[in-house]
C-alpha cells in the first residue's frame, strides 16, 4: 500500500485569519476609492437677480455638487487608486515569509497615506488602514518545515 504523498504547506492562498483580514483591507480600500470617486464632495451655489432691486426683485438661487473628477480631471482617480493598489500587495505573496512582509509594508503605507491625506481624502481609507494593521498583527502561514535529514545522526 503507498502513501499519499505530503501535501505542500499552505500558501496565502489557502486561508487563514491574516488572509481573510488582507482581502478585508483591499474590499475597504476599494470602498474608500469608490466613496472619493463617486460621491460628490464639492458644492456651491449661485445667485441671479432679475428685475428692479427697488420695486422688487426674483432670485434664483441654484445650487451645484461636483466629483472629484469632475473638478480636478480623470488624473485624480490615479492617485484614489494608490490605497487599492497597495491594498492588494499581501494577496500577490506566494511565500510566507512575503506575505507577512507585505502585509506589514500595507499596513504602514495606508496608515502613512490616511494620515497625509487626512484633511481631505484620507479619511476614506482609514477603516482600509486599520484591516491592514490588524492583517500584519495577526498569525499568518508558517513557512514550510525542513526535510526530515536522510543522513545518520552520530550517536
Known amino acids: 500500500m503507498t502513501q499519499p504523498a ?4 499552505p500558501g496565502p492562498a489557502a486561508g487563514g485569519p491574516a ?12 470602498a474608500g476609492f469608490a466613496v472619493a470617486a463617486l460621491l460628490p464632495v464639492y458644492s456651491g451655489s449661485t445667485a441671479e437677480m432679475s428685475g428692479d432691486p427697488v420695486t422688487g426683485a426674483a432670485v434664483r438661487t441654484t445650487e451645484t455638487t461636483a466629483t472629484l473628477a469632475q473638478v480636478n480631471g480623470p488624473g485624480i482617480l490615479v492617485v ?19 506575505f507577512l512582509a507585505l502585509r506589514v509594508t500595507t499596513a504602514v503605507l495606508l496608515v ?10 484620507g479619511i476614506l481609507f482609514a477603516p482600509a488602514a486599520v484591516a491592514a494593521v490588524v492583517a500584519a498583527a495577526l498569525p499568518g502561514m508558517r513557512a514550510a518545515p525542513a526535510a526530515p535529514s536522510t543522513t545518520a545522526q552520530p550517536a
Open 6 to 9: 505530503p501535501s505542500a504547506p
Open 19 to 30: 488572509r481573510v483580514a488582507a482581502v478585508v483591507t483591499l474590499v475597504l480600500a476599494l
Open 80 to 98: 484614489l487608486a494608490l490605497p487599492v493598489v497597495v491594498a492588494a500587495l499581501p494577496l500577490l505573496a506566494r511565500r510566507a515569509r512575503g
Open 112 to 121: 502613512l497615506m490616511t494620515l497625509l491625506g487626512a484633511l481631505s481624502v
